[in-house]
């Protein structure tokens, strides 16, 4: 189970206010290019989940399932499978979804075929979308900084993934109010706005 605060910031200048506030902490920054999955016959968005393909820097690349997804309070939960995943055999997916069939090494794949039934009608990519995610190291806390760039619009949003999700919550607005930053609770996933193609309402 992945459990993350999730944060929305309204606009850019917002965004760039709480990267200069958390200049002290960063420690690197990611290019990720997410694309997303799903059998012929929606066999995974209609049961809550989505397989992606995330590649980092253009240099490597992971392939997760996630599942359940439930947002309340700035707060997200769902169930996640994750593991590495060969990048030049991503990107020849990414063209030829039906070679996610043939890899039989794949914990994640497996569960795909098993538990969904993909396979059978065969695979669709779906496209996906772009984030710049700036990280730092923060109070004990890894923070997440997201710039998401879909072909509709543009978000912004921090992250942070916790086991105890309240008590950091409250760390976080606290240094968000102190710092004269504007937030909003996330109401929904990055994914579940890609599906949506409009931005969500600040």
Known sequence: MEVEI??????????QKLSNSLAPFHTKTLIQE???????????????????IRFYNLEHCVLSLKAKPVISAGISRMEEHEEPFDPVLGRACIAEPWKLLSVDSSMVL???RDEYGVGANGV?????????????????????LDET?????????????SAD??????LLEEFLQENGISY?????SKFAVFQSRKLPEL
């Open 124 to 144: 669709v990519c779906l496209g996906g979308f772009r984030n710049v995610r700036a990280v730092h190291e923060w109070e004990g806390l890894k923070l997440e």
């Open 34 to 52: 997410n694309i997303f999955f799903d059998g012929t016959n929606k066999e995974l968005t209609s049961n809550l989940a989505v397989l992606r």
């Open 165 to 170: 999700p309240e008590r950091h919550k409250k």
């Open 149 to 161: 760039n879909y072909d509709f619009g543009t978000s912004y949003e921090l992250e942070c993934e």
């Open 110 to 112: 497996k569960r795909v």
């Open 6 to 15: 999730k944060l929305r910031l309204p606009d850019s200048a917002t965004h």
């Open 184 to 188: 909003s609770y996330s109401k929904v």
